[in-house]
């Protein structure tokens, strides 16, 4: 199975702060990376596949970056709806795996 | 607009059973791999299986191998897991998904609402 280690687990930040997590795969998953974001009580919803393709309709501030194992997700000016856990995700082999998620929270 | 609507989940004991069903509109069902992702309170997302389009490739985590069951009825536009041989580490919030595509390495695009399963006696 292909491990997905993300860090850091938790993220205080400020409005308008840029955020960084990061996502190592146990394998090289080429660019078969997602990030998706879950606000509480929610769904997961899909923000970025294919390591940095944005879906249609995330804004632009979302992006992400990195191939084989080593994957980048930055919030380039944080927003108040941006408090959320974020998840990382491989579909390069099954069983498909996530990321232990990172908590994004306000300082 | 796609929409999953899923449903099903409920207090059951150890050992027992479980169908969950997950109805799907706003999009042409057949044509899309369809899985289920659930979610142990507190914790993070873990995938639990996913069937091909056409219903004929079906795959599963091994933690419920032999046990859960996917299936899907293209006629009604529907997704089903039945869950069998119930543990209490099966507790969690499951969610359907509708990958990108009509393969299983896809991402998943749209999540379903969710629907919570307790195994406890």
């Known amino acids: 199975d292909v491990q997905m280690t993300q860090s850091p687990s938790s993220l205080p930040a400020s409005v308008g702060d840029r955020v960084t997590i990061t996502c190592q795969a146990s394998?090289?998953?080429?660019?078969?990376l997602n990030w998706y974001q879950q606000k509480p009580g929610k769904a997961p919803k899909l923000l970025i596949y294919a390591a940095s393709n944005l879906e249609t309709g995330v804004p632009s501030r979302f992006s992400g970056s990195g191939s084989g194992t080593d994957f980048t997700f930055t919030i380039s000016s944080l927003q108040p709806e941006d408090i959320a856990t974020y998840f990382c995700q491989q579909y390069d082999n099954l069983p498909l795996t996530f990321g232990g998620g990172t908590r994004v929270e306000i300082k | 607009e796609v929409q999953l609507l899923g449903s099903g989940g409920d207090l059951v004991q150890p050992g027992g059973s479980l169908r969950l069903s997950c109805a799907a509109s706003g999009f042409t069902f057949s044509s899309y791999a369809m899985g289920w992702v659930r979610q142990a309170p507190g914790k993070g997302l873990e995938w639990v299986s996913t069937?091909?389009?056409?219903?004929?490739?079906?795959y599963y985590a091994d933690a419920v191998k032999g046990r859960f069951t996917i299936s899907r009825d293209n006629s009604k536009n529907t997704l089903y897991l039945q869950m069998n041989s119930l543990r209490a580490e099966d507790t969690a919030v499951y969610y359907c998904a509708k990958h990108l595509g009509p393969w299983t390495l896809q991402p998943f695009d749209n999540w379903g609402q969710g629907t919570l399963v307790t195994v406890s006696s």
């Open positions: 394998h090289d998953i080429t660019n078969y």
């Open positions: 069937i091909s389009g056409t219903g004929r490739s079906t």
